[in-house]
């Protein structure tokens, strides 16, 4: 069935590294990606999303391009900032589209 | 912000008592969930609802019943809560089932069965 597979965090870096959170997915067809974001104690809120193969998707400096060669959509950010301490879900639909499927997701850490 | 009220957002019940979660929406959105989360294993899908009174199982169903009997209102019943079932919870909802809509997310309840 449809999954998604995401890097074992917590992944920490200091202020103003790059960032990279991987994001592979096994689907039917070529289903929009999703990444969401949860800060703490909050719910979860979409982060960006691409709706087809070579889309990339970005918000708030994160940036992630839809792969269908290699079933991947890596998040990445080029700075990050102690306020993108969060955990970062990726995401898609199943194949009827009836429901998300969400990844374990990953903890970021950011110190200054 | 997509108007999703849960509630209550905390609760601390005994094991063996039915608990019942709510989940409210202003958006008329057709499509609603009940999500739990749990360290390692992310949010997993206990139900969805497509509809008033329509309703399925999601991969985490056993031990949870729903209904929705109205379009804003969509309800998690445990009904007798165990061990098992402390978790973050949370409601989401989306407007169809296209495959590029996205889901608004409530604030979660944090319940701890005891």
């Known amino acids: 069935g449809d999954s998604v597979t995401q890097m074992e965090g917590p992944v920490t870096l200091s202020e103003e590294a790059f960032l990279t959170i991987n994001c592979t997915y096994t689907?039917?067809?070529?289903?929009?990606l999703f990444w969401y974001v949860q800060y703490p104690g909050e719910g979860l809120q979409l982060l960006l999303k691409?709706?087809?193969?070579?889309d990339k998707g970005s918000n708030k400096g994160f940036e992630a391009t839809y792969r269908k060669e290699t079933t991947s959509f890596h998040l990445e950010k080029g700075s990050v900032q102690v306020s993108d301490s969060a955990v970062y879900f990726c995401?898609?639909?199943?194949?009827?589209?009836?429901?998300?499927?969400f990844g374990k997701g990953t903890t970021l850490s950011v110190s200054s | 912000d997509a108007g999703i009220t849960q509630s209550p957002r905390h609760k601390v019940t005994e094991t063996g008592t039915p608990v019942t979660l709510r989940c409210h929406q202003t958006?008329?959105?057709?499509?609603m969930y009940w999500y739990r989360q749990d360290p390692g294993h992310g949010l997993r899908l206990i139900h969805y609802?497509?509809?008033?009174?329509?309703?399925d199982k999601g991969e985490v169903s056993d031990g949870y019943s729903v209904s929705r009997s109205k379009t804003e209102d969509f309800l998690l019943t445990l009904e007798s809560a165990t061990s098992s079932q402390t978790s973050v919870y949370f409601c989401?909802?989306?407007?169809?089932?296209?495959?590029?809509?996205?889901?608004?997310f409530g604030q979660g309840t944090r319940l701890t069965v005891v």
């Open positions: 958006e008329n959105h057709r499509y």
């Open positions: 609802s497509y509809g008033v009174k329509d309703t």
């Open positions: 689907a039917t067809g070529y289903p929009s």
């Open positions: 995401a898609l639909p199943n194949q009827a589209g009836t429901a998300l499927i």
């Open positions: 989401a909802i989306r407007s169809d089932r296209e495959r590029d809509t996205e889901a608004f």
């Open positions: 691409a709706t087809k193969a070579d």
